[in-house]
């Protein structure tokens, strides 16, 4: 039997929560606690139940109850939601686990920020490397700064948010320049990340020895010179997740 899959959304109304848990078990009339406790007592094994919770630190009283209810009889999973795009390349309302989404293929939001400088004639682009514990591209050299935008968020706030944590680095939102979308498709086993990305520009003097980086996301960073950079992924000389058209992208943008 298939495992049984319920999105407890901590952002969600107590209707919207027992319409899910309801509709996930087949079983219309629960729509409260004590529901759910009596339709759990008489039915006996059931297929794996997973909950997954979305990860706001916000009170939700029904989510709690429902994860109460099943008790020993549920895996409790814990995950960022991301809203899901359409065919239409428009975000949605519709929200996923983050690792539902990666196992599915849904096309999601993401940011990419891009930290440049001008030193001797040359670009330079400041690039990070992603941490060994990092489930996608471990120990890949990557953009300065990168992100899931989660529910209910938006592009710039989400960019700014993720260099702040990623690297230490507060940027002015108005210090982000746009310039472009891109939809890119990454499959490895069973992991199919979809995104459609709102690339952006810090053009900023940064130390990077003043950074302090997310020990679980980033290992490193360092600078590259832009032309430098083009050379040697062309020659696979560096173990990297860059996207070449996204470099031709900031080329154009710079020059």
Known sequence: MEDIEIYLNRLHNSQETWSETADKLGAPEINSGEALEKWLAEHGELPQVKLYVSDEKVDNATVDQIIAAFG???QVIEDEFLNIIDETAHITSQSKPRCLVHRDGD???AVHVWIIRRRDMGVYVLLQKRSHLKDISP??????AAGHVSQNGEFRSTAVRETAEE?????PREKLELIGLM?????????????????????GDVDEDSLVLQ????????WAELDELLTVIKNEEFKHCLDLD???MIKKAVF
Do not use: F
């Not at 690297?167 to 940027?171: A, D, F, K, T």
């Open 215 to 222: 020990e679980s996301e980033v290992a490193e960073v360092g």
């Open 139 to 144: 120990d890949c050299y990557d953009v300065s």
């Open 72 to 74: 020993d009889r549920a």
């Open 167 to 171: 690297i230490g680095l507060e940027i």
């Open 246 to 248: 996204e470099l031709a």
């Open 183 to 203: 939809e890119s498709h990454y499959s490895s086993g069973k992991t199919h990340d979809n995104e459609v990305r709102a690339v952006y520009l810090y053009r």
């Open 107 to 109: 096309l999601h939001a």
